[in-house]
């Protein structure tokens, strides 16, 4: 078992958000490639249908993936820096195990409540018990792509990682396309299936050329020695259900005024493509967070770096999303999802907030202190619905895209308060000061964008725009003196890769 020196230079932090590199540019052009034309075929009613449907087997997994894949990352790292060989190929056979256990669970699960799920989930009148009896094949995928997905982060394979997104995302293209296009309405829960199914084989075919695929279904020595992964993973399955119906609590409540679709238009446009940034928080971050977890120092010094560029990266993203947002949400969607223009905006600071709170908010997942995360999702949860509720009822969706923004402030002070004083963890003067002028500039674009004329709106955004960009590649390439060279190189990777 090869290992590496741990690099924490921000070279090598950069270096793993995937922001610059032609991989995950490939991937984003796919993914909104493929939204349009879903958007085109489905309309904003089908998209709501289609986020439903992915709400319930997030939901139907939670329940029975017993927090395997996540604590999966954290042993396996453990291991790679600590454990031997055999130790590893034993600890690959018993979670491989219990995700076959999952997913059977998880589907079998998923088929008996299809007819409490549909009434629960969609208005009355509307009748999909047969098409979410049939989503239970998806569901059954999620366990199995999920851990051998923890298998490859937690082995540092970060460059088959961010292959294997672009080889998901062009599959996901070729099969949800036709589907669409010949069923419309009725082809989504097959998209999901054949999907689901084609994503976890493409994890099984890079993972088992590591390790290869054993089982042991019915050994009881196998089964006890996940048990105790059950036991701490508890509070990660409980946070997770928490945080799928929490979703489901929304789309619930939408559903009756028809807005779902446009409510997950406008979250997605906010999470998915502007978080890319937080690729390698979950690629790379959190094993490096958990192999220095009992190093009080290094991990201060590796949650701040994060924070820094996390910060650095999205704050420009986020102001170039602001201003070009109603080309985005053509480029995307049609017409028809406009009105989300504004929600987007408002939800802005959802994002900015995120790039400073979930370094930190991993940090309970790297000591193993399950109980306090879950606690702290409740909570997080509970508010979030609270926001979001009253939100809408007073704004509509602009209203929801405050409440965003609102709750993730919320949960940014929560946990930076919790986490400093059980963890001693603080903020240098030097992240700190590094986050208020980005904070500042993307608050002038918002504000443009929503009060001013289209003139002094692009003025006033372009400016902000400008002092973002500068800001943020003085300050990286102060830490990193090769970033020009870097860039460069970057740059010219993906140009090859697009030829």
């Not at 031997?84 to 056979?93: I, K, Q």
């Not at 999620?142 to 599959?171: D, H, N, W, Y």
Request: with cysteine; glycine share 8%.
């Amino acid at each position: 078992m090869e290992k590496r020196e741990p690099d924490d230079s921000y070279r090598h932090v950069l270096k793993y958000t995937g922001v610059f590199g032609g991989v995950q540019g490939l991937k984003i052009f796919v993914t909104l490639l493929r939204n349009k034309l879903a958007s085109s075929l489905l309309g904003k009613v089908g998209m709501g249908v289609n986020g439903i449907f992915l709400n319930i087997g997030e939901i139907m997994n939670s329940w029975t993936n017993f927090g395997i894949p996540f604590y999966a990352v954290q042993r396996i790292s453990e291991i790679y820096e600590e454990g031997t060989e055999d130790d590893l190929r034993r600890f690959v056979g018993v979670i491989r195990t219990w995700s076959v256990w999952s997913a059977l669970l998880g589907g079998m699960l998923c088929f008996f409540l299809a007819s409490w799920l549909n009434g629960h989930y969609f208005p009355a009148g509307e009748q999909h018990t047969l098409e979410i009896m049939l989503l239970s094949v998806f569901v059954a995928s999620m366990p199995i792509e999920a851990v051998e997905c923890s298998l490859l982060k937690g082995l540092r394979q970060l460059r088959t990682v961010a292959f294997i997104e672009v080889m998901a995302a062009l599959s996901t293209f070729a099969l949800t396309i036709p589907l669409y296009f010949f069923f419309g309405l009725k082809g989504i829960v097959a998209s999901l299936v054949l999907c689901g199914w084609a994503v976890a084989i493409i994890h099984l075919i890079f993972s088992t050329r590591l390790y290869s695929y054993r089982v042991k279904l019915f050994s009881r020595t196998t089964l006890r020695e996940g048990w105790p992964l059950i036991r701490i993973g508890l509070p990660y399955v409980l946070a997770a259900v928490a945080g799928a119906m929490t979703t489901g609590e929304v789309f619930s409540y939408l559903s009756d005024t028809g807005q779902v679709g446009l409510y997950r238009a406008g979250y997605g446009l906010m999470v998915t493509y502007a978080g890319m940034v937080f690729v390698a928080v979950e690629a790379d971050y959190f094993p490096r967070l958990s192999s220095v977890n009992h190093d009080q120092k290094r991990m201060n010094h590796t949650i701040n770096q994060q924070i820094d560029v996390c910060v650095l990266l999205m704050a420009p993203i986020l102001i170039v999303l602001v201003l070009a947002m109603p080309w985005i949400i053509r480029l995307l969607w049609t017409n028809e999802f406009l009105p989300v223009g504004t929600m987007a905006i408002c939800a802005v600071f959802y994002m900015f907030f995120k790039a400073v709170a979930t370094p930190i908010g991993y940090t309970s997942l790297a000591k193993g202190d399950s109980w306090l995360y879950l606690i702290m999702e409740c909570i997080y949860d509970v508010m979030f619905v609270l926001m979001l509720r009253y939100g809408y009822a007073r704004m509509g969706l602009t209203g929801a895209g405050i409440a965003l923004s609102v709750a993730a402030l919320f949960d940014l002070i929560m946990i930076g308060t919790v986490y400093g004083l059980r963890y001693h963890l603080y903020m240098r003067r030097r992240t700190l000061f590094l986050i208020l002028p980005q904070a500042v500039l993307l608050a002038a674009a918002v504000a443009a964008c929503l009060w001013l004329s289209p003139v002094y709106k692009y003025l006033v955004g372009s400016l902000a725009l400008l002092l973002s960009l500068v800001f943020s590649l003085r300050l990286l390439s102060n830490e990193m003196s090769s970033l020009p060279t870097f860039l460069s190189s970057r740059l010219s990777r993906f140009l090859k890769s697009s030829k």
